[in-house]
Structures are given as structure tokens and as C-alpha cells.
């Protein structure tokens, strides 16, 4: 039962190169950032789609003045008012007028038994009554006419759908995916980074360990070497001169262990910050323990076309042309006609429909709207003249960056090439290394060898191993450069 339970403790800790690149995806903050930016650019890519579509928006004020607005002037208003008035004061005034022509018609009436006074009377209560029905009529107008404009309250719906915008919808739509498209580019530029030092990381701690483990041997052959020469001391074969030589290779040997101990912790804890776990955890890599560090020998050949379509770094300098190159459209629309369509309902209160009435009426509303710039001193020219330059330097910053590539992939297909080759000879080396070693333990157990000679077969041989360790190192590292110069190392 204690094993079982102890099995998931230990396995937890063992981690493959694959393991530890998943981990270090997860845990690096500049891959979450762009993550984000992902997101962000995602957003803003919809954002412009929207700009095709009819836009829809709703207003509403109300606004007190002081004075309100009146259609009739204070000479008119009086006029109205005093409509019947006026007109009975011009009758009578007509009638006085008259008063001789009257006397004969008077006369006649009331030798017919008419009653002329009767007849007047009557005719000035009619008079008086017109007069005074007219004035209300003409008070009614002055009233009807009066705005009361001192409370105003309004509201409308309008829509608005561009018709033709010189182009600038189009190219900020393009230019909305080119950004989506660079964070793409970002994101896949951050993971190879990741990557690649990931694997640095790692291989360094396999390094360390597989040296610390020479080290290891080597303090226990020099301290075997120390004590068969203290024997020898005692039986007076040897000199002290002897025994003090090899006292300081093993302190020597104990210090270098010391090291690269030192070392390995160190890269430990680096390792264990990259993928996202505690500094003092205790971690356990798949190739540390490994006998020999596996590696695959490749002949790689030139391509530089793979790294060209592949770079993150000049997909997103092909990105920067690509959002200047839309820019300087937008831009251009500035000197283009621009149409749009709008319609839309619009209440107010007090409001001119029927009259003035205290009441909310509305009505719809459809129109075209046509901007035609015609003169801006030529603004607009010396943008556009800016923004192709600004994509002119973008151009050159690519192929410039294109030149770079070329070299790197150039340069590290020459890496892996000599790292094989540097592997090779440190197994020759190494060969050669164990065999001079073999002969001088012989000789020195037969007692025809002096210490000194082993040391120097032992220090050869410590020497060697060391070369073949980085030398295979080297083989993991430079296949890592070349498939990150050709931009193929998340594959």
C-alpha cells in the first residue's frame, strides 16, 4: 500500500522535454497577454463589420426659454383684438356722415308711423353686439396664433446606412483582419520563444546532471588513486611528493563537483519557473539519468524558402506593409464623395402639424446625404504622400529582415553540420580516452607507471567525457537553432 501510494508522488515529478513545453505554454505571461490580444483583435475585427450595417439612434431634449416665440407683432395683436370694436366705431362714424341724407329718410318713417329712435336704438344694440362678437373672434386669432415655445419638448429615431464611404469602410474592415491576422503572428512568434527556451532550459539540466555524474566518478577514481598511493606511500614505493599530487586532484575533483552541483541547482529551480512550478520542487527529466544523452544525427539541408513562409517575425512585417497599405486607402477616402441614407421619426411638443397644439406629434422622415469634399489645401495629398512612405520603410524593414533570416538559416544549418561532426570526433575521442586509461591503471597496478602518469590519463579521459557530453548537447541545441531559424520548431 505505501508503494502504490507513493508511485503517483514520484511520477508527478518526472518530466519529458514534450511535458515541460506544455507546461511552459501554460505558464508564460506574454502568451496570455497575447492571448488577449487575440481577443482584442477578434473584437475590433466584428467592430468593423458593424460598419457596413444601418445604425439606429434615439434623441430626446426638452429646453425652457424665457420668451417664447410670437408670429404676430404687438400693433397686429392689438388689431385683431379690437377688430369689432374698431369696426362698430367705423360705422358709426360712416353714419354721422350720413346724418343729412338720413334726415329725409327719417322724415318718411315717421310720417309712416315708424319710430325712427326705436329703429336707432336697435341699431346701435346690434352694433354693438357685432362689435363685440368680432372681438373675441379676433382674440381667438391673436390666442390661436401664440406659440407658447418657452416649454419645448422633442425626440426622434434616426437610422443611418452608409452607401459609399470612398472606400474607407472596406479598407478598415481589411485592415481589422490584418491586425487579427498579426496577433496570430505575435502568438505564434511568443510560442516558438517559449519553446525555444524551453528546451535550452532543459538540455542545460541534462548537461549538468550527466556532468555532475562524471564529476561524481571522477572524485571517486581520484580518491581510489589517493588511497592505493598512501599504500604505497606506506610500503615506500612511493614519494610523499606523489601522495600530495594527488591529494590536490581529488580537492580539485571535489571542488569541480561542488560546482557543477551549484550548477544544476540552479537550472533546477530556472526550469522550474519556466514551467509554472514551486523553485524547490524536486523535479525528475526524462534524459538526465539516460546513460548516454540520445541524439539523432542529421544532415540538414539549405532552405531558406521554408523559413521565409514560415518566420512569425516576417509574417508580421508582411502585416506592418499590409495595415500601411490599407491606411493610405482610408486616407484617400477623404478626397471621395460620400453618400448615406437616412430616414427616421421625429415628435415635438408643442408642435406645427395641425396648427400650434400643446400636444406630441410626429412624423417620418427619409432623405439621402451627400458630402463632396472640394477643396482642403491639400491635406488629404500630403497624408496619403506620408502613409506611403511610412509603407515604402515597412517594405524595406522586410526585406531587410528577409537578408537576416537568410543568413541565420545559413549560419545555423553550418552549426548542425559541425556540431555532428564535433560529436563524432568526441566519440573517437573518448575511445582513444578509455583505452589510455585502461593501460595506465595496468601499469600503475603492475607498479611500472607513476601516479602522475595515471592523473594525467585520468584528467584526459575526464577531458574527453566532457567534450562528448557537450558535444551531444550541442547536437540537441543547434537542431533546436535550425528549426527555430526556419520557424518550424512548435511542429
Not at 67 to 83: C, F, R, T, V, W
Not at 165 to 191: C, F, L
Not at 397 to 423: G, H, P, W
Request: proline share 2%.
Amino acid at each position: 500500500m505505501l508503494v502504490g501510494v507513493s508511485l503517483p508522488s514520484s511520477a508527478q515529478h518526472l518530466l519529458t522535454l514534450d511535458s515541460c513545453r506544455a507546461m511552459a505554454l501554460r505558464n508564460n505571461k506574454q502568451l496570455g497577454i497575447s492571448r488577449m490580444k487575440q481577443d482584442v483583435a477578434a473584437n475590433l475585427r466584428k467592430s468593423a463589420r458593424t460598419k457596413y450595417l444601418p445604425h439606429v439612434s434615439a434623441l430626446g431634449t426638452y429646453q425652457f426659454t424665457s420668451k417664447e416665440i410670437s408670429l404676430l407683432n404687438s400693433d397686429q395683436k392689438a388689431a385683431l383684438s379690437g377688430m369689432g370694436t374698431n369696426l362698430a366705431t367705423g360705422i358709426q362714424s360712416g353714419m354721422a356722415h350720413l346724418a343729412p341724407q338720413m334726415a329725409s329718410v327719417a322724415g318718411m318713417l315717421e310720417s309712416a308711423g315708424v319710430s325712427v329712435s326705436a329703429l336707432q336704438a336697435n341699431l346701435n344694440a346690434g352694433i354693438g353686439n357685432l362689435a363685440t362678437d368680432l372681438n373675441g373672434v379676433g382674440q381667438g386669432i391673436v390666442d390661436a396664433f401664440r406659440s407658447d415655445t418657452r416649454n419645448i419638448w422633442a425626440g426622434s429615431i434616426m437610422l443611418t446606412q452608409p452607401i459609399f464611404m470612398g472606400g474607407a469602410i472596406v479598407a478598415m474592415n481589411k485592415m481589422a483582419d490584418i491586425s487579427e491576422q498579426m496577433a496570430q503572428n505575435s502568438m505564434d512568434g511568443k510560442r516558438q520563444m517559449t519553446y525555444y527556451e524551453t528546451d535550452r532550459i532543459y538540455w542545460q539540466v541534462v548537461s549538468l546532471k550527466h556532468k555532475q555524474r562524471l564529476a561524481e566518478s571522477y572524485v571517486a577514481v581520484v580518491k581510489k588513486l589517493d588511497d592505493d598511493v598512501q599504500k604505497m606511500i606506506a610500503q615506500g614505493v612511493a614519494t610523499k611528493s606523489d601522495g600530495l599530487s594527488v591529494s590536490v586532484k581529488v580537492n580539485e575533483a571535489e571542488m569541480a563537483l561542488q560546482k557543477v552541483t551549484d550548477g544544476l541547482t540552479l537550472s533546477r529551480m530556472l526550469l522550474c519557473q519556466t514551467v509554472g512550478l514551486p523553485m524547490n520542487e524536486q523535479v525528475v527529466l526524462a534524459d538526465e539519468d539516460a546513460e548516454t544523452i540520445a541524439t539523432v544525427t542529421l544532415q540538414p539541408e539549405l532552405n531558406v524558402e521554408t523559413a521565409v513562409e514560415n518566420r512569425p517575425e516576417l509574417k508580421m512585417l508582411g502585416n506592418v506593409v499590409d495595415l500601411s497599405k490599407q491606411a493610405t486607402n482610408v486616407l484617400k477616402a477623404g478626397n471621395l464623395p460620400q453618400v448615406l441614407l437616412t430616414g427616421g421619426y421625429a415628435v415635438t411638443n408643442p408642435n406645427l402639424l395641425n396648427g400650434f397644439e400643446k400636444k406630441f406629434r410626429g412624423f417620418w422622415n427619409v432623405g439621402v446625404l451627400v458630402r463632396v469634399p472640394i477643396w482642403n489645401w491639400g491635406d488629404v495629398m500630403y497624408k496619403v504622400r506620408a502613409s506611403k512612405g511610412a509603407t515604402a520603410m515597412a517594405r524595406l524593414q522586410m526585406e531587410e529582415a528577409r537578408e537576416k533570416i537568410e543568413l541565420q538559416v545559413n549560419q545555423t544549418t553550418f552549426k548542425v553540420s559541425e556540431a555532428n561532426k564535433r560529436l563524432a570526433m568526441a566519440e573517437a575521442s573518448i575511445k582513444r580516452a578509455d583505452e589510455n586509461l585502461r593501460m595506465a591503471n595496468l601499469g600503475f597496478n603492475e607498479g611500472v607507471i607513476a601516479p602522475t602518469v595515471v592523473m594525467e590519463a585520468q584528467t584526459a579521459w575526464l577531458q574527453a567525457e566532457s567534450q562528448r557530453i557537450d558535444a551531444a548537447i550541442d547536437v540537441r541545441l543547434s537542431q533546436v537553432d535550425l528549426q527555430k531559424a526556419l520557424g518550424t520548431l512548435s511542429e
